[in-house]
């Protein structure tokens, strides 16, 4: 069974900047597509970035510029660098990992605040 363990969330100013990390239980290199989804109060779970096999990335509009996504195979890991954070980014970000099946991390809260 694959596990998917987030971290570094927490509260933090608008303009300010975290890492999400995201530990997977096996080598990421398994996994087709790997990504961050965020899910704000009364929204729909939205994908804000994904990292391909192949190092292919996408990150969506409303993120583009702020955020980056890398993965370091030899730790098993996948990372979501956000800067300049907005209020507006406040949500629970979940890591997702796809190769038969999606498998979701269990979130981690982001809240953008002053």
């Known amino acids: 069974q694959v596990q998917l363990v987030e971290s570094g969330g927490g509260l933090v100013q608008p303009g300010g900047s975290l890492r999400l990390s995201c530990a997977a239980s096996?080598?990421?290199?398994?996994?087709?597509?790997m990504g961050w989804y965020r899910q704000a109060p009364g929204n729909e779970r939205e994908l804000v970035a994904q990292i391909g096999k192949g190092r292919n990335t996408y990150v969506a509009n409303s993120v583009n510029g702020r955020f980056t996504i890398s993965r370091d195979i030899t730790e098993n890991t996948m990372f979501l660098r956000m800067n300049s954070l907005k209020p507006e980014d406040t949500a629970v970000y979940y890591c997702?990992?796809?190769?038969?099946?999606?498998?979701w991390g269990q979130g981690t809260q982001v809240t953008v605040s002053s």
């Open positions: 096996e080598s990421i290199f398994n996994f087709n597509f």
């Open positions: 997702s990992a796809s190769k038969l099946r999606v498998y």
